[in-house]
Structure formats: C-alpha cells, structure tokens
C-alpha cells in the first residue's frame, strides 16, 4: 500500500473509532437513563410513590389506562409505527452489515486468501484494502458476522410483531397510550437493532458509501442476479459457535410462546369488536403469569444477549431496560386484572412463575 493510502487509513480509523465510542457511549447512557428511574420507583419507600405513580402515567396503555386520563396520549395502534420502523431500519443495517462482512470479512482462511489474491490480480482496490485492514484478525472477522447474526434474529421478531398488529391484535377504539411511551417505543426500535452491532455498523455503511462512490467514479457493471452468491452469503453463518446457537435457540423459545400468547390475546376480541369488554386469558404461560407475552419478550432478549456471547455490556444495558420495563408493567396490568375479576386465578404471579 502506497504512502497515500497508509495515509488515508489512518485518518479514516481515528474518524470512526471517534465516532463508534461516541455512538457505543451514547447508546450504554440512554439505556441506563431509561432503566434508573424504574429501579428507583421500584424501592420500597413511601417517598417514592408519588414518583412511582408519576413514572406509571407514562407507561399505562390500553386496559390498565384510565378512560379520563386522555391527555398527552395516542392510540394504541400507533404500535404499528414502532414495527415499521423497526422492520425498515433493522432491514437496512441487515444487508449493509452482511454485504460488509460478505465482502470484507470471510471467516474461512480459504475465502481470504481468494479476495487477497483476486484484489492484486486486478490491481487492487483501495476501498478494500483499507476495509480489510481494519478486521484482519480471526476475531474481529467472527464478531462482524456475529453482529450479521443478531441482526437476523432481529429481523425475525419485527417482523412477526408487524405481521401480528395488522392480523392478529383488534385495539380497542378506546385503548390509548402516553405520548411518552409512544416516543419511547419510537427511540427503543432505533436503538436496540443498532446496539446488537456498533462493533462494525460505521465500517458497513463507510463501506457501502464507498463501494457507491468507486461505482460512479469508475462506472463499473452491475453484478447479474444469476452472479448473487447465496450459500457465500450464509456459510460463514454455519460456522458461528456454540454460543450463537444456544442464544438463538433461548431466543425461538421465547419468540414461539410470544407467539401463542399474542395468539391467545388477539382472539379475545373478534376482528370489527368496537366495544371494551375485557375476559380473562387462559391458556400457554397465562396458565402461571399474568403478561406470559412479556416474560417470552425477555427471555427472546436474553437470546440475543447469549448469541452475542455476553461481552458486550451495551447489549447487557438493553436487556436491563427491557426487563425493568416489562417487570413494571407486568405488575400494574397483573394488579388490573385482579380488580377487574373477582374470580381470577389466585396462582397466576405477574411476569415470572412461582416467585412474582
């Protein structure tokens, strides 16, 4: 590599190594903002009720928030932006991260060697060569792939959740939601998807940027759908570790209850009900807990923080935020339900079987 590009290597690491700590310190503070209040409105203090009660105004939704208390709210089917925007923008950093990690970091030695000797064949290309820099060591080429491996599990849960708010769910005309939540909803979708990977999201789309501006300057073709490598494309993904596998398989059991007990939810209000009534859900995990849909939300999260191997502590600061915030509401709509029906099943806990 000549001068000049030892050059611009150097710049460009010190440029996004700047900006990745900025993002990555940026995500871990919203995460501990978000997570910190419900801790402390959760200590057993009668100081704090008055900030507990405040902190539960804006979580209420749909059945467990007052019909007076409409001020500062949204409906409830505003659910459906959080998923649009989830799908659009986990859908974007998927394939800008897989293109990056296809093209710049193959885990076989076999793959690399091959792109090394193409690249100076074909007089080498710089846009490459500073890429490839940047993640020469084993583990820094698993870990792009990891971040490829989250992503996907991502993408999947999005997308059933956005499958379920047009198919499954009928909200109630009435049911609404605090404008805070809903602008929380709206931050969690864009930050979540962006935490599982901030260990290469900047050198993916700098990439991408740069395999754009290398095809205007040199007005290359366009590759042939019959060229698309699709087993290149998930091989490496095979070759993932134990890890990986046991956090995706956590993760489907959480995602499969979650969907039956959506299931479950959805078909206590016909499809054009308009009215309130509300009956008491049987069946799956509502047979222990109160928000069974809830527990297999966390449980689907912490499939995702052991497919991550557990060494990212932005990942560990996401899962904090989802658990204080489903343990929190868990417990005001399991204390609804108890007002609600005399009859209902004294066994049931709130969020966790046996204990709460």
């Keep these: 590599m000549n001068s000049l590009g030892v050059l611009m290597e150097a710049l460009a690491s010190q440029s996004i190594n700047t900006i990745k700590t900025t993002l990555i310190w940026l995500l871990r503070t919203t995460w501990i903002v978000g997570t910190l209040p419900i801790l402390i409105a959760s200590l057993?203090?009668?100081?704090?009720?008055?900030f507990h009660s405040l902190l539960l105004s804006f979580a209420k939704r749909g059945k467990i928030m007052?019909?007076?208390?409409?001020?500062?709210?949204?409906?409830q089917s505003f659910f459906l932006h959080f998923y649009l925007l989830a799908l659009i923008w986990t859908t974007t950093l998927l394939m800008g991260t897989w293109y990056f990690a296809y093209k710049v970091t193959p885990l076989s030695t076999e793959s690399l060697s091959y792109l090394a000797a193409a690249n100076h064949l074909t007089g080498g290309s710089l846009v490459f060569s500073l890429h490839?820099?940047?993640?020469?060591?084993?583990?820094?080429?698993?870990?792009?792939?990891?971040?490829?491996?989250l992503?996907?599990?991502?993408?999947?849960?999005?997308?059933?959740?956005?499958y379920e708010t047009f198919q499954v769910f009928n909200y109630s005309p009435s049911a609404r939601m605090h404008?805070?939540?809903?602008?929380?909803?709206?931050?969690?979708?864009?930050?979540?998807?962006?935490?599982?990977?901030?260990f290469c999201v900047?050198?993916?789309?700098?990439?991408?940027?740069?395999?754009?501006a290398e095809f205007k300057v040199e007005g290359q073709e366009m590759v042939s759908i019959t060229d698309f490598d699709l087993w290149g494309y998930m091989k490496p993904l095979t070759r993932l570790g134990w890890c990986q596998w046991t956090g995706a398989v956590i993760f489907a059991w959480g995602w499969f209850h979650q969907l039956r007990c959506h299931a479950i939810l959805g078909s206590l209000r016909e499809r054009g009900d308009r009215t309130n009534k509300y009956v008491i859900p049987y069946g799956d995990w509502f047979e222990v807990v109160s928000s069974p849909h809830y527990l297999s939300e966390m449980i689907l999260y912490a499939g995702l923080l052991v497919a991550s191997?557990?060494?990212d502590f932005t990942i560990w600061l996401l899962l904090g935020f989802v658990v204080a915030n489903l343990v929190l509401a868990a417990a005001e709509t399991h204390r609804w339900y108890l007002r609600k029906?005399?009859?209902?099943?004294?066994?049931?806990?709130?969020?966790?079987?046996?204990?709460?």
């Design 66 to 75: 007052p019909s007076s208390s409409h001020r500062f709210t949204v409906p």
């Design 179 to 198: 404008i805070v939540g809903y602008l929380t909803g709206i931050y969690f979708y864009t930050a979540a998807p962006l935490s599982l990977c901030t």
């Design 44 to 50: 057993p203090s009668p100081c704090l009720n008055s």
């Design 202 to 212: 900047l050198e993916a789309f700098n990439f991408a940027a740069d395999q754009v």
């Design 151 to 162: 992503l996907l599990l991502m993408e999947i849960h999005v997308l059933r959740r956005l």
């Design 309 to 311: 191997g557990g060494t």
């Design 341 to 356: 029906f005399e009859n209902y099943p004294r066994n049931r806990q709130a969020i966790l079987p046996f204990v709460y």
């Design 132 to 149: 490839k820099s940047r993640f020469s060591s084993v583990d820094d080429r698993f870990n792009v792939w990891k971040a490829v491996f």
